[in-house]
């Protein structure tokens, strides 16, 4: 029954896997890292760095979860748009920064320029744990929560600027048709970006990933989480996941202009970019 996952029929992939996550939804985030050393939150950080999102712009996170990528894409907007507004005041050599500052922090919509997160997940008890942490954390302004299925998005045709997906589209059964609707619901111009893990060329590496990943992962996902089955899917998932060059591919068919990837860790996770026109 450990290994039950690995001829699971398409028809049922989607039901396994939302059972998956709902059972791992209360302990996802300290699961996260306990598996990765923390270094998930590295990959994520990396991401956020390729997006580079300016104030004003509408992310559309996908497989969001429990709203890592979102709450970063907040914070980073707000840097940023702190660094712009410090830059104008030096420029023009005003004192008032601080009467500035206080009346933007009242007002944080202002403070985010407008940007907006939309995290779209299919499964409810991931959302209701990143809702939770939202307020925890004092993430409101600015992000909002959707029900919805990667391969069948509850959007209109050209919403966002930036589609992300992080973790998410190995886990969906018909990746092609959730390219399609990244590809439908961005504007003209707006950019996808996928983060996954991916395929270690050096076959050194590779071999050390291999013993750590099938080993020792589903044995983590027991003893913390007393879950072997949901960590056997997740190192299942991974090796199925197709490489980097494949995936590319996949994107330039489903309309994706400019696709390149940048390999992190050795290729153990990889970002993909593609825009629209
Ligand atoms: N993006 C988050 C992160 O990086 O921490 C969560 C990633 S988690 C490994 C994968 C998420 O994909 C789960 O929350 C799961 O419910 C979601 N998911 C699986 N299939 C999906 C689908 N067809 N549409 C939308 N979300 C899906």
Redesign the pocket.
Known sequence: AHFGFQSVPEGEK?EK??KV?ESVAQK?DIM?DAMSLGV?RLW?DALLRIMNPLPGCRLL??????G??SFRFLEYVRNQQERLLRRTMRKHQTPTWHEIAASYTSQQATVLGGSRAVV????KE?LKVGRQRAKDLSYGTGLSWVV????ELPFEDDQFDIYS????IR???HMDK?LQEAHRVLKPGGRFLC?EFSHVSNPVLSRIYDAYSFQLIPVIGEVIAGDWNSYQYLVESIRRFPDQETFSHMMAEAGFFSVRFTNLTAGVVAVHSGFKL
């Open positions: 989607a896997v939302y996550f996802y996260n998930h994520k996170d996908v497989a969001g979860g429990t890592d990528i779209c997940d299919i499964n991931m919805g299925d990667a391969e997906i992080a973790f998410g886990n969906v059964t959730a983060l």
